[in-house]
């Protein structure tokens, strides 16, 4: 039996947003992840057009401006490479164009701005998954936010584009989880 200890809302929000961030990494520029997508702040992938859609507004750059479109069609697409060096090539070239259309760096708050937003979607994520397995919901705790931080992870393709994609599959089965309040 899993035992969980429930933790006050800001404890639970300072530690899903950094077991996340030590897993995703954190960086205020662009840069081309290991799958070939843009990707900036804590692993948000800019493929995705929820994600892109949220990071140029947070960046003020509205969409039907010349900016937004240069900017998305940057964005949406996928970039290969074999080498270490074709890689960091190819991602210089992509933050030169994407400096020319107003997407240089994030600050913090905004890379917080945004995770705040799309967070949201992994939470229902979690409860989806539990109620799908007939698991009692696991409240604000340290267990929660390691749930969270896996579907925030979680690759599963054919929910890609969706910002809350992937379901933890194996990780809690009915009747491991009690509760504790400490």
Not at 101 to 107: A, C, F, K, W
Not at 134 to 151: C, D, K, M, Q
Request: net charge positive; glycine share 6%.
């Amino acid at each position: 039996m899993l035992n969980i200890t429930t933790i006050s809302d800001v404890i639970y929000r300072d530690c899903r947003y950094n077991l996340i961030r030590i897993a995703e990494g954190y960086r205020a520029t662009p840069y081309i992840d290991s799958q070939g997508n843009v990707t900036i702040g804590i692993g948000f992938n800019l493929h995705a057009a929820v994600i892109r859609n949220r990071l140029l507004s947070e960046l003020g750059i509205q969409n039907g401006t010349q900016a937004f479109n240069n900017i998305t069609n940057i964005l949406r697409n996928n970039y290969q490479y074999s080498t270490e060096q074709e890689r960091l090539t190819l991602q210089n070239n992509i933050n030169q164009m994407l400096r020319v259309n107003g997407l240089v760096s994030l600050t913090d708050p905004q890379i917080q701005n945004i995770f705040s937003d799309l967070i949201a979607g992994f939470e229902t994520t979690v409860n989806s998954w539990m109620q799908k397995h007939a698991i009692p919901t696991i409240g604000n705790s340290r267990e929660r936010a390691a749930l969270v931080s896996l579907a925030y992870n979680s690759k599963v393709e054919e929910n890609r584009q969706s910002p809350n994609y992937g379901y933890p599959t194996t990780l809690v089965r009915k009747g491991d989880v009690g509760s504790k309040t400490t």
